[in-house]
């Protein structure tokens, strides 16, 4: 997982945001207006009093008393008025910021590499996705605008306190210099917190995940409880940092607490010694105090607010670690097209690493130079680890070779745009899976072309279905448009690993590279998927990871592979009298054919 390699100020962090504010920024600014209109209304209240008390008040004329008494009322349903109005300005735009920024990190997530994806945990992706978005909405909403207008209200508040007599104001501000150490304090170990609360709730989610998606492995072995002690001993690491969060906030919220009413007690002693001695009339000395009271809600709002401004820096943080990930997989500035694709596929020089591999490691990859003819269909065949997979990643450029190119009909793979090589690339894996949507859809997942409930798209489906022996799904409760449930697991390995060959199969692609995806059917399903294959694979280039004898018999050639490189290329009985290490894998793959052809029968 990475991590920013700089750690930006919070205001240079939260400005980041600025791209995604800016076209609501009017709206914004109305609701920053409204609310600073509802805290100067609350701020001309004390003004009121002071006039009433030395007023009418002191006078006793009844009729002023019942103006000034109305005065407040009007004064009051106003800053309600105000308050309602931010709420009406803020409200929509901030669900629209949330809205753009879910947008681009999830079109983020569709276009980073695989590599990205290998290195990130789900669930960190998932609590950034929800978790982190949706605090920021609330922060730009809600956490902004009160720090801004709170902030403001203090200075033009403790203007007024210095109008009623310097000393009560400058005793006012010199009490309350605590708040600002304490808070300062706050920001740098709450920040702290709350990233590895975040981090932590993420390493949660990703365990949740795991644990639903692997829920019958954990059932057929009897690990629940080891899941459960692992999620209890995550939980609990949460729930401390939580506590030492809310440590932090307790603390500053004590000073918030303390200090304004030692300020109040304070002020209250000289307030009365001013009087006494006629520097300070009693409309002042109320007014003041009111003014101080009407203070005192922006003063102790800092504390959750200056919580919420961290917590909100830390989110955009964890959503930005995203955004500026590094994308090496993208479309060239100037790419080239293929008009009529052959289908000739080629490997020139090709080596492969993974970024994380330590310098003295060989290439997974090692110098692969191998060429497919249009129309021909050839088996990779190797021992556990050679590079079978890895290899079949290449062409669609799932990963980008580290040296050397992929070429399809002459032209490097990198020069496509990314579209226009998937379409004429197709793959189906050996781990088959479905999305959360009926059988019709993900079978014509490759083909947006197609109106998914118009003839053509119902007769590619009808053929693709029957090339991968997946008409089983016309015995499902609703047909092809039974929905299969998450990532298939409604259905059996073998059917999932049907519907994907279907997907792969309608997608008409010049080039079909298949990672054994025949790994989990039955030999008697397998002959009539090879039967059927057969007459698609007579005009497509097909590029194939073998682990079964009668997969490498559907072969025009077979390509051997040793630890990262092809040793030998030839037909099937060529190899057979030629490749030592060839008749040593195959005689392998009988062995396990008959193994599984004996389990079959016993079942």
């Known amino acids: 997982m990475s991590s920013s390699p700089q ?118 992706l998932l609590s950034r996705m929800m978790q982190d978005i949706n605090l920021i909405r609330r922060w730009l909403a809600f956490g902004s605008i009160l720090l801004l207008v709170n902030v403001l209200t203090i200075i033009i508040g403790a203007f007024f306190l210095f109008r009623w007599h310097w000393a009560l104001g400058v005793t006012f501000l010199v009490v309350s210099i605590p708040l600002w150490f304490f808070g300062f304090r706050f920001e740098r170990t709450y920040g702290v917190l709350a990233r590895q609360s975040q981090d932590q709730a993420g390493d949660l989610a990703t365990s949740v995940e795991e644990s639903v998606h692997g829920i ?25 940092t939580e506590l030492r969060k809310a440590r932090e906030v307790g603390v500053l919220w004590f000073w918030l607490e303390v200090v304004p009413m030692v300020a109040f007690a304070v002020c209250l002693l000289i307030g009365i010694w001013l009087a006494s001695q006629d ?41 930005f670690e995203v955004l500026d990930e590094t994308n090496d997989i993208v479309d060239p500035v100037n790419p080239k097209t293929i008009a009529q694709p052959r289908g000739e596929l080629a490997f020139r020089g090709v080596h492969f690493r993974y970024q994380d591999a330590r310098p003295d490691e060989r290439d997974l990859i090692d110098g692969i130079d191998l060429v497919l003819q249009p129309g021909e269909t050839m088996a990779l065949v190797g021992l556990t680890g ?48 479905l999305f959360s949507s009926s059988v019709r859809e993900n079978v014509l997942l490759g083909r947006d072309d197609l109106r998914p409930d118009s003839p053509e798209a119902d007769a590619v489906l009808a053929e693709s279905l029957a090339i991968a022996q997946a008409q089983f799904v016309h015995e499902l409760p ?16 073998g059917q999932r690993q049907r519907l994907a060959l279907a997907r792969a ?53 077979v390509a051997v592979l040793e630890a990262g490189r092809v040793t030998a290329v030839g037909t099937h009985s060529e190899l057979l009298r030629t490749s030592e290490h060839y008749r040593y894998v195959i005689s392998s793959f009988e062995a396990e054919e008959r193994t599984q052809r004996e389990t079959e029968v016993n079942l």
């Open 7 to 124: 750690r930006l100020s919070t205001p240079r962090a939260l400005a980041r945001l600025i791209p995604f504010v800016k076209p609501v920024m009017p709206r914004l600014i109305g609701g920053v207006i409204a609310a600073f209109g509802a805290a100067l209304v609350s701020l001309l209240i004390p003004l009121v009093l002071e006039a009433a008390v030395d007023g009418p008040i002191a006078t006793g004329d009844i009729p002023l008393i019942v103006w000034a008494a109305a005065g407040v009322l009007v004064l009051g349903v106003l800053e309600a008025f105000f308050v309602w109005l931010r709420r009406a300005f803020v409200l929509s735009p901030a669900t629209r910021v949330e809205y753009e920024i879910r947008q681009q990190f999830y079109r983020r997530l569709q276009r980073l590499p695989v590599s990205f994806h290998d290195r990130w945990q789900s669930g960190q």
């Open 386 to 433: 050679s590079g079978k997979t890895t290899l079949t990643t290449l062409p669609a450029r799932l990963y980008d070779v580290t040296q050397g190119a992929v070429e399809l009909d002459g032209v490097d793979v990198r020069d496509l745009t990314l579209e226009e090589l998937r379409r004429h690339v197709a793959m189906a894996f050996e781990d088959a899976t």
């Open 478 to 493: 609703d047909g092809v448009d039974t929905l299969v449930g998450e990532e298939g697991l409604s259905l059996s390995g």
């Open 279 to 319: 520097q300070l009339t009693v409309g002042e000395l109320f007014a003041f105090f009111a003014m101080a009271t009407a203070l005192r809600w922006p003063l102790e709002s800092l504390g959750f607010l200056f919580a919420f401004l961290v917590d909100a820096r830390t989110a955009t943080d964890r959503v």
């Open 505 to 557: 199969v309608a997608a008409r692609p010049a080039v079909l590279v298949l990672d054994d995806p025949l790994s989990a059917l039955d030999v008697d399903t397998e002959a009539l998927v090879e039967a059927a294959l057969r007459r698609v694979l007579a005009t497509t280039t097909a590029l194939i990871v073998a682990h079964r004898p009668s997969t490498v018999a559907m072969a025009d050639r």
């Open 216 to 240: 019958r492995v954990l059932k057929a072995f009897g690990r629940g409880k080891h899941a459960l002690q692992k999620f209890t001993a995550q939980v609990q690491t949460l729930r401390t």
